[in-house]
C-alpha cells in the first residue's frame, strides 16, 4: 500500500481522503497532531518526511515556493490521481470567464450524462466515474502540478497577466496554460488563441481572434444568442465542444442558462440609479471587459484588493480612454492612488467598500452607473470575492 501525503487541509485534499482513507494530510495551519471528525490524520508541515511517502498531492493553491513541495519526491496533481478514469474530459483554462464557460458546457451537455467540477468548486474525488463527459475548470495552479493526465478536448480562453506572485512571473503563468497542448494527442482537440498558432503539439488544433472569428469557425448565429459583453465567448465555446462532440447547435438551450451572482449583476437603488456587482472581476482583464460595457456612460469605479503583484499599467492606460471616476479601496489603494495621479485620472481614496458606496451615491447622476469591479481578488479584507459582492449589494440597497 502506498504511503499517501497530503498536502493542505481544504476542499480538494479532503475529498481525496475518502478515496485514500490511510492518507496524511500536512497543513501549514497546524501546530500539533490531531484526527478530524473523520478520523483523517493532520500533522504541522514541518513533520513531512518524503522518506516516508511514496506519494504526493497538493492542494491546487499552494505555490512551488511553500517548502512541503520543495521537499517532495512524488509529486503529482488531483488531475494525475484521476488521469485514468475512463470519461471524456474536458478542460476549460484561461484567465477570464472560465467558470461561466464550464457552467453553459454543462448547461448544454448534462442530456449527455457530463459533469461538471474542477476549481468551479467540486473536486475530482467527488465526481462520478460513471459520467461519459467530465467538464473541468482548470486553473494554472493545477495544470502546474500535472504531468500525466490530458484533456481530450482543450479550451484555452484569452491569456491576460494573473496570479503572478504565485508562479514567479508571467511567463511561467502563461508557460502552464500552454502545457496540455504542447502534450496532447492526435485526436485530441484544442480551441486557442491565434497568438499561439505555431505552438508545438499533436492535438487538432483551431484557433480564434475573436467571438466573430469562433462563431465562423463552428457555425454559429451571434444574433440567435442573448448573451452578449464578456459572456458571448463563454457561450460560443459551450456550443462549439457541443458541436465538436454531437454535431449539433442548440440556440434555444443556451439562452435558457442563466448566469450566476456576482459577474455583471445589474441592480437599483431606491433612487432608480444603476450599480453593477462585478466582484468576480479579480483581475485586469475582467474589468475591462465590464467597463467596456458600460462605455457609453460616466462611470463610478471602485477598484482595488489584492492585485497579486500584476502590473497595473496596462488598466489605467485603458482608463484613460473612459468617462470615469475611480475610488480606491483595498490593499494597493495607494498603489492605485498614486497611478491615478500618474494617468491624470480622477480618483476618491476610500476607507473601504461601503465608504466607497457612500461617496458614490453623492457624486452619481441619475445616468450614470457605479461599478464594482476591483481587478484585484478579495483576501485582503474578505473571505472571498462572493462576500465582498454581497458586501457591495447590501451596501447598495440601504441607500436612502
Not at 482537440?189 to 488544433?205: C, S
Not at 461599478?371 to 474578505?382: F, G, Q
Request: overall charge neutral; proline content about 4%; hydrophobic content about 35%.
Amino acid at each position: 500500500m502506498k504511503r499517501v501525503s497530503l498536502f493542505g487541509y481544504g476542499n480538494t485534499t479532503k475529498a481525496l481522503a475518502k478515496k485514500i482513507p490511510h492518507a496524511i494530510f500536512y497543513d501549514d495551519k497546524c501546530l500539533k497532531p490531531f484526527k478530524d471528525e473523520n478520523g483523517f490524520m493532520i500533522k504541522p508541515s514541518k513533520e513531512f518526511d518524503p522518506k516516508y511517502s511514496d506519494l504526493e498531492i497538493p492542494s491546487p493553491g499552494i505555490p512551488p515556493s511553500n517548502p512541503l513541495i520543495k521537499k517532495a519526491e512524488n509529486l503529482i496533481s488531483e488531475y494525475d490521481y484521476f488521469a485514468d478514469e475512463k470519461p471524456i474530459k474536458i478542460w476549460i483554462s484561461g484567465t477570464n470567464g472560465k467558470t461561466t464557460t464550464t457552467q453553459m458546457t454543462q448547461h448544454l451537455l448534462k442530456d449527455k450524462k457530463s459533469q461538471a467540477g474542477g476549481n468551479i468548486g467540486t473536486p475530482l474525488a467527488e465526481l462520478d466515474s460513471d459520467a461519459n463527459i467530465w467538464i473541468l475548470e482548470t486553473s494554472s495552479f493545477t495544470i502546474h502540478y500535472t504531468n500525466k493526465a490530458l484533456p481530450n478536448i482543450y479550451i484555452l480562453l484569452p491569456i491576460t497577466p494573473d496570479h503572478i506572485s504565485w508562479h514567479g512571473d508571467k511567463d511561467e503563468y502563461i508557460k502552464a496554460k500552454l502545457k496540455p497542448i504542447n502534450m496532447m494527442k492526435e485526436g485530441e482537440v484544442a480551441i486557442v488563441p491565434e497568438d499561439y498558432k505555431d505552438i508545438q503539439t499533436k492535438a487538432y488544433l483551431i484557433t480564434y481572434k475573436d467571438e466573430n472569428d469562433i462563431a465562423n469557425k463552428f457555425g454559429i448565429d451571434i444574433d440567435k444568442t442573448r448573451f452578449k459583453g464578456a459572456f458571448l465567448m463563454d457561450a460560443l465555446f459551450a456550443m462549439a465542444i457541443d458541436k465538436i462532440l454531437f454535431d449539433r447547435i442548440s440556440y434555444d438551450k443556451i439562452n435558457l442558462f442563466r448566469l450566476d451572482a456576482h459577474r455583471q449583476e445589474e441592480l437599483k437603488d431606491n433612487k432608480n440609479r444603476l450599480w453593477v456587482n462585478d466582484t468576480k472581476a479579480t483581475n485586469i482583464d475582467a474589468s475591462i471587459a465590464a467597463i467596456t460595457r458600460y462605455k457609453n456612460l460616466h462611470i463610478h469605479l471602485i477598484l482595488g484588493g489584492d492585485d497579486k503583484g500584476v502590473d497595473l499599467n496596462e488598466l489605467f492606460k485603458f482608463l484613460q480612454k473612459t468617462d470615469i471616476k475611480i475610488y480606491n479601496i483595498g490593499s494597493n489603494k495607494e498603489k492605485l492612488s498614486k497611478l491615478a495621479k500618474q494617468y491624470n485620472i480622477n480618483f476618491e481614496l476610500c476607507k473601504n467598500l461601503k465608504d466607497a458606496v457612500k461617496r458614490i451615491d453623492k457624486n452619481m447622476l441619475q445616468n450614470d452607473v457605479a461599478l464594482l469591479s476591483p481587478a484585484a481578488a478579495s483576501l485582503d479584507e474578505y473571505t472571498s470575492y462572493a462576500q465582498r459582492g454581497d458586501e457591495f449589494k447590501e451596501t447598495v440597497q440601504n441607500i436612502s
